[in-house]
């Protein structure tokens, strides 16, 4: 690892349910990847911020001046304040800031951020390529040390506990990134980048999901020792193994400190794509476990689906002491992601 400084001792990825200072977004900007549904993304990024922007600073990405002047005016149409929303100026084509953004670690008394080499899902995606930039352009403005890791990799591929456990997939950083490594050599740059001692691979993520089996899409901490993880009940459900299998996995999995974890089955949605030749009829990566952590409200994506309240429930029985709010995501995940792909949480 290539450092600003070499001091990196007691630097942790925090929890998601660790105080934030911010939450960033990048603001939707290419209709092509949402199939003509820009203007419901938009109202979907109002109401986001919306919720959050109540408890902590937003800070969002826009494309320039003209773009900043139009959403400044779309906020304040909303009823959002504009004094907590600080605005950044870079070139960008995709919104999945989780993804080619920066991963935050802190000690006791400064922040940092990690810079992971960001390769465009695997190289599937090459017009994506000036997103591994955006940071890079942005970074004297964060004004905070950057560690920069040799390693391809995106942010919604790993899930802390923030005590020294990371969940992660051998789909995604294994089988399908870092091609020249081997799982030793891939584990040993992780737990140096977010300081975890303590690494539990899962084998698979969800079905046609493109960035290759995120674990955002699959299983996520709500406490030290606690996973909810996506359970699919149909055996004839094309997730249905691969969801089994990484479910068993947790079940028999033991954190930092060698305690067992308290693994909840979170029931799945059911959404297939209908946008013509793109992937019409294709089933859609949608999941519940792709929810977002505020300070005090949790947002969860929603997909019309039966299960929608059943796991609507579960999430809010994780987090008694706050507002769990369902957002529709339906439009949404015609880019690819929900609601977690689309933020990134930067600690206290």
Same mark, same amino acid.
């Given at each position: 690892?290539?450092? !600003?400084?070499?001091?990196?001792?007691?630097?942790?990825?925090?929890?998601?349910? !660790?105080?934030?200072?911010?939450?960033?977004?990048?603001?939707?900007? #290419?209709?092509?990847?949402?199939?003509?549904?820009?203007? @419901?993304?938009?109202?979907?990024?109002?109401?986001?911020?919306?919720?959050?922007?109540?408890?902590?600073?937003?800070?969002?990405?826009?494309?320039?001046?003209?773009?900043?002047?139009?959403?400044?005016?779309?906020?304040?149409?909303?009823?959002?304040?504009?004094?907590?929303?600080?605005?950044?100026?870079?070139?960008?084509?995709?919104?999945?800031?989780?993804?080619?953004?920066?991963?935050?670690?802190?000690?006791?008394?400064?922040? +940092?951020?990690? @810079?992971?080499?960001?390769? /465009?899902?695997?190289?599937?995606?090459?017009?994506?390529?000036?997103?591994?930039?955006?940071?890079?352009?942005?970074?004297?403005?964060?004004?905070?040390?950057?560690?920069?890791? !040799?390693? +391809?990799?995106?942010?919604?591929?790993?899930?802390?506990?923030?005590?020294?456990?990371?969940?992660?997939?051998?789909?995604?950083?294994?089988?399908?990134?870092?091609?020249?490594?081997? @799982?030793?050599?891939?584990?040993?740059?992780?737990?140096?980048?977010?300081?975890?001692?303590?690494?539990?691979?899962?084998? @698979?993520?969800?079905?046609?999901?493109?960035?290759?089996?995120?674990?955002?899409?699959?299983?996520?901490?709500?406490?030290?020792?606690?996973?909810?993880?996506?359970?699919?009940? #149909?055996?004839?459900?094309?997730?249905?193994?691969?969801?089994?299998?990484?479910?068993?996995?947790?079940?028999?999995?033991?954190?930092? #400190?060698?305690?067992?974890l308290e693994v909840v089955k979170l029931p799945m949605p059911h959404m297939y794509y209908d946008d013509g030749e793109k992937h019409n009829g294709m089933k859609a990566p949608v999941s519940y476990a792709n929810f977002y952590i505020g300070n005090k409200t949790v947002l969860v994506s929603l997909f019309g689906d039966e299960n929608d309240e059943k796991a609507l429930e579960i999430i809010k029985s994780?987090?008694?002491?706050?507002?769990?709010?369902?957002?529709? /995501?339906?439009?949404?995940?015609?880019?690819?992601?929900?609601?977690?792909?689309?933020?990134?949480?930067?600690?206290?």
């Amino acid at each position: 690892m290539q450092n !600003d400084t070499q001091d990196k001792d007691g630097f942790i990825m925090p929890a998601e349910w !660790d105080e934030h200072s911010a939450t960033w977004l990048a603001w939707p900007n #290419d209709d092509d990847y949402f199939s003509n549904r820009i203007e @419901k993304i938009e109202k979907i990024y109002l109401k986001i911020i919306s919720l959050l922007h109540k408890d902590e600073l937003i800070k969002l990405i826009v494309l320039d001046q003209a773009t900043q002047d139009r959403v400044s005016a779309l906020l304040e149409e909303s009823g959002i304040g504009l004094s907590k929303i600080i605005f950044y100026q870079s070139e960008y084509m995709d919104v999945w800031v989780r993804d080619y953004g920066p991963t935050f670690v802190k000690n006791s008394s400064e922040k +940092a951020w990690v @810079k992971w080499r960001y390769d /465009c899902y695997g190289e599937k995606f090459p017009e994506l390529v000036k997103d591994n930039d955006v940071f890079l352009n942005l970074k004297e403005q964060i004004g905070l040390k950057m560690n920069s890791v !040799d390693i +391809a990799m995106e942010g919604g591929a790993i899930e802390t506990n923030g005590r020294g456990t990371i969940l992660t997939t051998k789909e995604c950083l294994i089988l399908n990134r870092n091609k020249d490594k081997t @799982k030793e050599d891939t584990e040993t740059i992780l737990k140096q980048a977010v300081g975890a001692s303590n690494i539990i691979w899962l084998n @698979k993520g969800l079905i046609n999901d493109h960035t290759d089996g995120h674990i955002d899409e699959v299983a996520r901490f709500v406490g030290p020792t606690k996973v909810l993880c996506g359970f699919e009940d #149909d055996i004839k459900d094309e997730n249905y193994e691969r969801l089994k299998e990484n479910f068993e996995i947790l079940e028999n999995a033991l954190d930092q #400190d060698g305690n067992k974890l308290e693994v909840v089955k979170l029931p799945m949605p059911h959404m297939y794509y209908d946008d013509g030749e793109k992937h019409n009829g294709m089933k859609a990566p949608v999941s519940y476990a792709n929810f977002y952590i505020g300070n005090k409200t949790v947002l969860v994506s929603l997909f019309g689906d039966e299960n929608d309240e059943k796991a609507l429930e579960i999430i809010k029985s994780c987090f008694p002491t706050r507002e769990v709010v369902g957002i529709d /995501c339906t439009d949404l995940i015609y880019g690819g992601g929900a609601l977690h792909c689309i933020t990134q949480q930067e600690p206290k």
